[in-house]
């Protein structure tokens, strides 16, 4: 929970360090969040020193950022420098958890919402995926013409609790916009993840892999049932596959 701009200024140059600062992340935004491949920058925070600027990124996907050798961090570099006139400085820190940043959660649900996907079903997928990550409570709320109706109208969902008065609660919020043909669709997203010091450690899940030379267990306990039986190969697990929702950006690993 630190400032996104930590430095000081007399009365005369704040107002250019203030432009300058929203500058820096509206060009951090259209470079890694508006077009492919994304990095999914969730946050940028800005250190000033007496000639210095110190830019952080905070990144569910860093290997898009960071770029192959670091040359995507170089350029970026060169090019924040050419906007500020000044020496600046990039780091890129990851994040841990991708499900448990409403940033992240709000884009993701907006680039859905552009794919024309069914609102409720995305709202309700990404408020189950952040539920499993170990938050305690999410609410979604999305507002416009949604499916195209032609009245706008507001829709909610909400898993767990979301204390909004209680000052020690660690809940993130953002907001995000899903532009459509058919008009633009606001999406806000509160992720409670308990009080502060008490926040789940995030956990790096891992899928469970057959055993090399071994064919997977079926669902009644037998192995290779389907061997000589002249069938087609099993799904994993053994069982049906059923359609999922779209990874968030960064869960499923670095690019």
């Known amino acids: 929970m630190g400032w996104q701009s930590t430095w000081f200024a007399p009365k005369a140059s704040y107002g250019d360090f203030l432009v300058e600062d929203q500058k820096i992340r509206r060009y951090v935004d259209n470079r890694f969040n508006r077009q492919m491949p994304k990095g999914a920058v ?3 925070e800005i250190i000033r020193t007496r000639n210095e600027v110190n830019v952080t990124l905070h990144s569910g996907r860093p290997g898009i950022v960071i770029g192959p050798r670091g040359g995507e961090v170089d350029k970026l570099r060169e090019e924040l420098e050419a906007l500020t006139g000044r020496k600046v400085t990039v780091n890129v820190v ?3 958890e991708p499900d448990l940043n409403a940033a992240l959660v709000a884009e993701a649900i907006a680039e859905q919402l552009g794919k ?3 609102f409720r079903r995305t709202m309700k997928q990404y408020c189950e995926s952040a539920i499993n990550a170990g938050a305690k409570g999410v609410k979604v ?3 416009g013409r949604l499916a ?3 009245m706008a109208r507001q829709e909610t969902q909400k898993i767990g609790s979301i204390p909004l008065h209680t000052l020690d609660a660690n809940v993130d919020y953002a907001t995000a916009t899903a532009r459509t043909t058919y008009g633009a669709i606001g999406i ?4 409670y993840r308990g009080k502060f010091g008490e926040e789940v450690e995030p956990t790096e899940r891992k899928r469970r892999r ?3 030379g071994r064919p997977p267990m079926g669902p009644s ?5 389907e061997e000589g039986a002249g069938g087609a190969a099993p799904t994993p697990e053994g069982g049906a596959t059923s359609p999922q929702r779209p990874p968030l950006p960064g869960a499923g690993g670095q690019a």
Do not use: L
């Open 42 to 44: 969730a946050k940028v």
């Open 94 to 96: 990851e994040i841990k």
């Open 116 to 118: 024309r996907a069914s």
């Open 141 to 143: 709320i999305c507002g």
């Open 148 to 150: 195209g109706a032609e």
């Open 188 to 191: 806000k997203v509160w992720i």
């Open 210 to 212: 057959p055993m090399r």
């Open 221 to 225: 306990g037998a192995r290779g049932a």
